[in-house]
């Protein structure tokens, strides 16, 4: 410490140039990191910083035919695994219910009675009918975005293609609900603005197709939304795990030390706005029905 109080100016100004070097080598390999997790996305045609999963290792250890299908298919792979584990513990839970239940069918019921409730509080007793449909999406949306945050997995949903193909399903079952609900006459009639006065037929020709525009872009909408969370959050994640790594080698760390958990704050952030996301894609649809379909007081009109 004395000796440090009694450096001339000149020894002083060469610490700092040493402690600027430093830094400047740190940020250096930090900034390399992030250029090799971007690269990483741009050879696999991803665009954004995302982080490798098992497919990938996969590919790397056993390049063949097979391997490269499975990664060129890889959302669809994915997404069929998140299908599969849902499917069996669902079947599990089924097979072991009682009437005194275990924690797997408590957690199972828990969860269809919460989506029952929402459900049912939107669309009316009515909205019984599309429980199964719009639960199932819910589960299997959140189930999807979490699923990137397992090391080694990967969110279907960070992709647009699987996004676009959710959305398409509640296009085409909304549609279908309104039809079957209306008829093709009152399904035209309430696409032309429902119109009653002679003012209202006359703006028929403005009305019908901005409603038709606006009807093609609820899909685009919802599956731009959810796409954008969730690949916002792979990015984020990737970066942070970069900077981690990129951190501890500028320190000349042991190759088998991790590098630091810099995205560790973010992961708890990533599961928040998944369910908060696969929430807004369920409640989004649920109102897309309640448009579509005639509601009950109507009915009794």
Known sequence: MIERLLMTPDQAEEMIHEAADSASLVIS???????????????HGGGH??????????????????TDFLLHWQVVVFSIIVWILLSFFCILAYRKRSLVPGKLQNLIEFVVEALTNLIVGILGESGRRYI????????????????????????????LNTTLALAACVFIYVQFEGIRAQGILGYIYHFA???????????VPL??????????AKPLSL??????NISGEDMLLAI??????????????PAWMPGLPLHLPFIFLALLTS?????????????????????EEEKHH
């Open 132 to 159: 199964p449909f719009l639960g199932t999406l819910f589960v299997y949306i959140f189930t999807m975005n979490i699923f990137g945050l397992i090391p080694g997995m990967f969110s279907s949903t960070s992709k």
């Open 193 to 203: 603005g429902s119109p009653k006065s002679v003012v209202e037929w006359c703006l």
């Open 29 to 43: 390999h930090a900034v390399d990191s992030l250029i090799a997790v971007a690269g990483h996305a741009a050879e």
């Open 223 to 228: 599956s731009l939304r959810l796409f954008g």
């Open 275 to 295: 369910f908060v996301q696969a929430l807004v894609f369920t409640l989004l649809s649920t109102i897309y029905f309640s448009l579509m379909t005639p509601h």
């Open 240 to 253: 942070f795990v970069g900077l981690g790594i990129a951190i501890t080698a500028a320190f000349h760390a």
């Open 207 to 216: 009305n019908l197709p901005l409603h038709i525009i606006g009807e093609l």
């Open 49 to 66: 910083p995302e982080l490798p999963n098992w497919l990938e290792f996969a590919h790397k250890l056993f390049p063949g035919p097979v």
